[in-house]
């Protein structure tokens, strides 16, 4: 937190922090109060004095938001006498402490006389008619709101095997709801206030039909989810992320009704892995493993292992590393990888994720095997031949631009800083791994200063690492300096190729100091690197001792049995060069 920031929060209860000082918003006069209703509602002059007395000082205790939500409903020339008996009789008299629960949770127990609240939106529900109040109900189950354009967009492309309709939101409907003043329309945005939006939840569960009401809400998150994941590692990650981000509340939602309709197994794993892909991206997991979390006793045997694996995954990135890994390694043992159908989706689900902790924990020779043998393509570099030191130019010049990318053309010496900075410019400002890990790549080329590393956010044990190592590259006292690097070697102990390299400029910085703690730590990287098969890093440790001047050729550094890449890198240039042939007929038309 910075030291002199402001920040102003809006709320209905005190947060309770040290710093904070406290503006109570006043209530509404009953002359403000006359004056919006009479903004909204042409009222005649000798039903003022029973307008202020009546009906907005007794009925709606001057609350802005109930005046909006009846004078939405009321038409042309009604009477105030006759609106001031249906509060009384038909509304009033009915409401129970049961009903008024709706608002007995959280913030909203705070409000002030929530009967008129409750009165006031039950008030115009029940001048909505069906449909009107099946989409209200609908919106419901979308708490970040959604947007009418890319609703439209995806339900255009409704899948044939969906066949529940999508069409219960048309632009009548919501236009309906907006002038009622049951909706926020803010730049195409559609959102029920939270306190709408929690009465109309309460509707929904009263409904018999509301399974298909769920589905439909489940349909439209899985299709968005997927939409904006594909977008990641490409040029449009950073706007799919700032869409995801606004909406990840819808997503969260999506999750905790999925077992409120009759769901397939798979289609709901399909959406997890999705989700966790894009809850990672935005580092923002405790809500999903939260959900998740509450979902695992859905699944049965090869289904629940592959919930449980996303579910580790999820927290692996979230820093708790060594409970997720240990977890892992019980569950499934890397050599049973191999034995999963990747035919089937559940299994495919289960082995990437799997696999993906397993490379960070030091089995880049096992995954890159695998790898090949499945032919993987990535968009980027592939962190596993990153990891092996098996580099290739022409790959890495037609790979798109990311960290694992950056890696490798810097370790070729065809890394230009200003690239660097274009790319970081275009991250979305929540993408704070690959904020760090970039930052770290371009500190390795020219160190930043140490205001700019201070900046980065960290979010795990890995990037509060690399911040180490970053701050340790620009520290001019040499005791703190090699606390630092000892520091970021523990961090980074888990993505086990960052804390041999970590070893790597610890050795060089102690060598430089001429400290004889150099012999230890440089033996312990070597072996480490040699362990791994991280050749690059090899190369690397060697030359501290005895400089070839020869550049680095992962030829000098056989892997087990003579194991060689080339076909699959010969696989990967193919499928770069057509992909980038596609992307520019694409930018043509």
């Known amino acids: 937190m910075a030291d002199y920031a402001k920040v102003l929060v809006t709320c209905r209860e005190v947060l309770g922090l040290d710093c904070e000082i406290v503006h109570p918003m006043r209530r509404f006069t009953t002359d403000e109060a006359a004056e919006l209703f009479i903004a909204e509602f042409n009222v005649p002059p000798q039903e003022i004095e029973l307008l202020r007395q009546d009906i907005l000082s007794r009925q709606l205790d001057n609350n802005p938001q109930a005046i909006k939500l009846i004078t939405g409903q009321l038409p042309k020339g009604k009477s105030l006498e006759t609106l001031k008996e249906e509060l009384e009789k038909n509304l009033f008299g009915k409401v129970c ?37 099946m989409t209200f109900e609908l919106l419901s189950l979308f708490p970040d709101g959604i947007h009418l354009e890319e609703f439209k967009k995806l339900t255009r492309k409704a899948e044939k095997k969906d066949k529940l309709p999508l069409s219960l939101i048309t632009d009548k409907l919501l236009k309906a709801l907006e002038n009622k003043s049951m909706l926020e329309n803010n730049g195409g945005l559609l ?24 589905h439909n809400a489940f349909i439209y998150n899985r299709r968005l ?14 706007k799919a992320l700032e869409n995801f981000s606004r909406q990840q509340g819808n997503f969260l939602a999506a999750i905790k009704y999925c077992d409120r309709f009759k769901a397939d197994k798979e289609e709901l794993l399909d959406y997890f892995d999705d989700c966790a892909g894009l809850f990672v991206a935005i580092c923002s997991l405790h809500g999903f493993i ?14 629940r292992l592959c919930a449980e694996v996303i579910l580790l995954w999820a927290k692996y990135y979230n820093g708790d590393f060594s409970r997720a890994f240990a977890t892992l390694q019980h569950l499934l043992p890397i050599e049973q990888i191999k034995s999963l159908d990747r035919e089937i989706l559940c299994e495919r689900l289960l082995a990437d994720c799997a696999f993906n902790i397993y490379l960070m924990e030091g089995e880049a020779l096992w995954v890159a095997e695998y790898a090949t ?24 010049a037609l790979c798109q631009d990311d960290f694992f990318t950056f890696e490798v053309l810097a370790n070729l010496g065809k890394l230009d800083v200003k690239k660097i900075d274009a790319y970081l410019a275009g991250l979305h400002e929540k993408d704070h791994i690959e904020w760090m890990q970039t930052s770290y790549t371009r500190a390795k080329l020219e160190p930043l200063p ?18 180490k190592l970053m701050l340790a590259f620009v520290e001019e006292d040499a005791e703190q300096a090699d606390q630092l690097y000892q520091d970021a070697a523990e961090l980074l102990w888990h993505i086990r190729y960052y804390h041999v390299e970590c070893l790597y400029f610890y050795a060089k910085f102690l060598q430089q100091q001429g400290d004889d703690k150099f012999v230890d730590v440089q033996q312990e990287g070597l072996k480490l690197s040699e362990k791994h098969h991280y050749r690059f890093l090899q190369y690397r440790f060697e030359e501290l001792v005895q400089p070839s001047g020869l550049a680095y050729d992962p030829r000098n550094y056989p892997l087990p049995d003579n194991q060689n890449f080339s076909e699959y890198i010969n696989f990967l240039i193919k499928q770069h060069s057509q992909r980038n042939v596609q992307k520019k007929k694409h930018h043509l038309h």
């Open 97 to 133: 402490a049961d009903e008024l629960e709706v608002f007995a949770s959280g913030p909203d127990s705070n409000i002030e006389r929530r009967d008129s609240i409750y009165v006031s939106i039950l008030y115009s529900y029940n001048r909505l008619n069906e449909e009107e109040q």
């Open 225 to 238: 989810a997927r939409a904006l994941y594909q977008k990641l590692k490409t040029d449009e990650e950073s």
């Open 191 to 214: 959102k029920l206030q939270s306190m709408i939006g929690r009465f109309a939840l309460a509707m929904l569960k009263e409904r018999k039909d509301f399974t298909q009401l769920y």
């Open 450 to 467: 140490k205001e700019v590393i201070e900046l980065l956010v960290v979010v795990n044990p890995y990037t509060r690492g690399l911040k």
């Open 373 to 396: 043998q499945h032919h993987f393509f990535y968009f980027h570099y592939s962190g596993e031949l990153l990891y092996l030191g098996e580099y290739n130019k022409e790959l890495a």
């Open 290 to 303: 939260r959900e998740l979390s509450a979902k695992i006793k859905l699944f049965h045997e090869k289904e």
